[in-house]
Each structure stands twice: as C-alpha cells, then as structure tokens.
C-alpha cells in the first residue's frame, strides 16, 4: 500500500563476516589459476586450497609457493593473507575513511561484530589505530629484516623477502617462500626474534593492543586485556620448556644441537603453534608426546579478534577458571578482583564443545577419505581448525576430497565455531523457564 515503507532485510553480521571470507576465497581462487600466476600446472583443487590457506591466515600449502608460484602469484598470495588476518571489512572501512565518506550505522555494527566489541562508540577510531598500528609495527620490522638478509640475498631479494614474511608472521599465516619454511634460519637470531614478535603481537588481538593504548596502567586494563597479556605469558612459558625437555634428547630435532641453539629452537616452536605456524625444525620428526601437546596449543589459539584463531586463549581459560571455582564451590569464576559471568562460561564451554565436534567429525571422514597414518591426519585437522598452518608433511598427500574437506575446516576455524552456527541455526530469545529437576553427573 501507498505510504508504508516495506521492511529493509538486513544481512546479519555473521553472514558478511563469512560472506567476505569466501569472496575473498573466489576470488583469490581465479587468480591463483591464471597462466600467469604460477611457473607449472595446479588443479583448481590445490588453486582453491592455497587461497583459502592464505585467506584463513592458515600457512599450509599442497605445493611449495617459492618454487611454485611466480611474482604474481606470490602478490596474490600477500594480498589474501593481510586482507585474510586484518579483515576485509576493516579495509572497506579504510577505503571509505581515505575517501571521507560517511561510515553508516550497519558498518559500524559489522566492524562491531568482527572485533567483539560491545558497542559500536569508538569502532572507527579503533579501525583507524589498527591500521596506524599494523603499517607501522609492518614498516618497520621490515626495515630491521631487509638489512639482515642484504649481506646474504642482496637489497632487491633482501627487501622482497622482508616483506613477504613480514606480513605473513604479523597475520599468523606461516606461508614462507623458504623450501624448508625457517628451518634454514633455526639459529637465526634476528629472523627468530623479529618473526616471533610480530605473530605474538597479532596473536594478542587488536582489541587488546586497543586497550593499552588507551590505559598506560596494568590496573585499568579491561580483564581481557589482563587475561591475555598474563595467560599469553605463562602459557608460552610453559610451552617453550616442555618443547625443550620433551626434545633435548631426540637427535632428529635438537639432540645434537648446542645449549643456546636448542633454547632459540624450542622457543620459537614453543610459541608458534597457538598463532603462526613458521617452524625450524621438522615436525615429522618430533616425539609423540611433543606432537600431541602442539595440537593442544594449536586447539587453544590465540587471542579473540586476532589475526589467529583457535577456541581462543582466553575461552580456555575461562573453562579452567570455572572448574576451579567449582571445585572451591564458588558460584562464578573470579580473576584480578572480578568476577566473570555465567553467560561468559556458558559461552566459553559451547565454542570449546562445538570445536571439539567439528575436529573429531573431520579426522573421522580423512580417516575414511585418506590413506594416511592418524597421528599426521589428526595432527593436520587440528593445524586446519586453529588456521596455524603446521604439517608433518602430508599436506602434498591429500586427495582431492581431503583438501575439499580442509578447506572446510580452515574456513570454520577462521570465522569461528559461534559463527558457523549463527549461520546455520537462528536462534531464539525466549522469555520463560522449564521448573528445575535434578540430574546426576560425573
């Protein structure tokens, strides 16, 4: 009728948050099987593996980019991954701020989904501090880079290749352009502390880095921040020396190496599987007990609104902090002098659950699919779901259903359990409670 406007249909946050992920994808996908992009033959399969690899900042490759893929190619492959770790909506909005265009309301609530904030108020000054922050921190490790390899590649190699791993370590991709990733540089000291610092730093989150930047002091800092800063600490602690204890005697690994040498190698494969994926030494080389705990750091992740992705630090330990309230019979978990909601443990359990039911599902249906030992097959799948992008060496073996099925599990693992199920079920707020009743458990 005349006069009454019809309702606008408004597409939901999650859909654009995985809507932009999969253009990307296509995308990235076409240009990757242009002539010209690589130097021999790759099927569309692996075209579309890669892409979504470098789009879900995931680092594992069917082919080795360096030798595979040509200038272009590579190009490409920077591209999806800084848009990929940043988001592709943040550069809209960047375009649109670079332009002076007015940034709407729906926008902001899109840019307010893929940060996990809680209000739209001050969205765009966080959008605008991310991007001063990545160019910057970007800039100038590539500088430190490029004048480290310019006495063994020379400045115009030196200076691409600073570039390249750069963006890649920043957005926690672990794509190299190395045959043999970093293992070349495993006693590299520059190249392992200049790398590991910048995937760390994208690991934190860009609301974390948001929040210092704001508060100079440890005791304004939001319990996030908090969480983040102490638990990134203590956990890659605890990682860099059970990596080092579990392999000081495996001489495959670092068993022949000197002191200092395996301290720098057990550091950086302490600390990379929760974000980056780089390694300097071979995984498929490691002791089963090493292997099974990389997985646990892979399963766990990073920070929310990262460039990493995972069931993320700070949901795990949520989930430890309300077992341990449990257990002192205490109704809320409680850290730094506050306490954290139930909707919050709720929420921690139902993304660690949902993340456990889509790893399982999927080593379940590559054990079917794939003629593959279980331990690199298990191994792979959980490398997929936290986007880290280590291997034992695999990847190459996958049949074509199997890199179907991984680049499922990448893309969930990019977007989020929690967003994949916004995206298939529509939940419903209800206003009433069943009476209780008692059930018994453990």
């Not at 375009?95 to 765009?124: C, V």
């Not at 910057?136 to 500088?143: A, D, E, K, N």
């Not at 005791?219 to 579990?246: P, Q, R």
């Not at 693992?413 to 994949?420: F, H, Q, V």
Request: aromatic share 12%; charged share 10%; hydrophobic share 55%.
């Amino acid at each position: 009728m005349r006069g009454i406007k019809k309702k606008r249909n408004v597409v939901s946050p999650p859909v654009i948050i995985a809507g932009s992920f999969l253009f990307l994808i296509m995308i990235g996908t076409l240009c990757l099987k242009l002539p010209f992009a690589t130097t021999t033959y790759i099927s569309w399969t692996d075209a579309l593996f890669v892409a979504t690899s470098a789009t879900t900042v995931t680092g594992l490759s069917v082919f080795d980019p360096g030798t595979t893929l040509t200038l272009f190619g590579e190009i490409v492959l920077m591209i999806l991954i800084q848009c990929g770790g940043i988001g592709l909506m943040t550069f809209a909005v960047a375009i649109l701020i670079i332009l002076k265009k007015k940034i709407g309301l729906q926008n902001r609530i899109y840019m307010q989904e893929s940060f996990n904030q809680e209000s739209i108020g001050g969205i765009i000054k966080l959008v605008k501090l991310i991007l001063s922050f990545v160019l910057s921190v970007q800039l100038f490790t590539i500088i430190i880079l490029t004048l480290h390899w310019i006495p063994i590649f020379g400045f115009k190699d030196a200076l691409y290749l600073s570039v390249f791993h750069v963006i890649s370590a920043f957005n926690n991709a672990g794509f190299s352009l190395f045959p043999d990733n970093l293992i070349g540089f495993a006693n590299d000291p520059i190249v392992n502390i200049v790398l590991s610092a910048l995937f760390i730093l994208g690991g934190l989150g860009f609301t974390v880095l948001y929040d210092i930047h704001q508060k100079k002091s440890f005791k304004e800092w939001s319990l996030h921040t908090k969480m983040m800063i102490v638990g990134t600490i203590i956990i890659n602690v605890v990682a860099v020396v059970i990596v080092f204890l579990l392999e000081y005697d495996n001489p495959a690994t670092i068993g022949n190496m000197l002191l200092y040498e395996k301290v720098m190698v057990s550091y950086f494969q302490g600390v990379s599987p929760r974000t980056a994926g780089f390694n300097t030494i071979n995984y498929g080389d490691m002791k089963d007990p090493t292997i099974l705990f990389t997985m646990v750091l892979m399963f766990i992740g990073a920070g929310s609104a990262s460039t990493a992705s995972g069931i993320k630090l700070t949901t795990f330990m949520v989930i430890i902090l309300a077992t341990i309230a449990f257990l002192r019979q205490r109704s809320e978990p409680e850290l730094f002098g506050r306490s954290i909601r139930i909707d919050i443990v709720i929420r921690s359990l139902a993304i660690a659950t949902i993340g456990l039911f889509i790893v399982f599902s999927f080593m379940f249906m590559l054990t079917i699919t794939e003629k593959i030992p279980f331990l690199p097959l298990a191994f792979e799948v959980v490398s997929a779901f936290g986007t880290v992008g280590l291997s034992m060496g695999i990847t190459a073996q996958l049949s074509d259903i199997g890199e179907l099925l991984l680049c499922m599990v990448m893309f969930v693992g990019r977007i989020g359990p929690l967003t994949l199920f916004f995206l298939l079920m529509k939940p419903k707020k209800i206003h009433y409670r069943y009476p209780y009743d008692q059930v018994f458990t453990g």
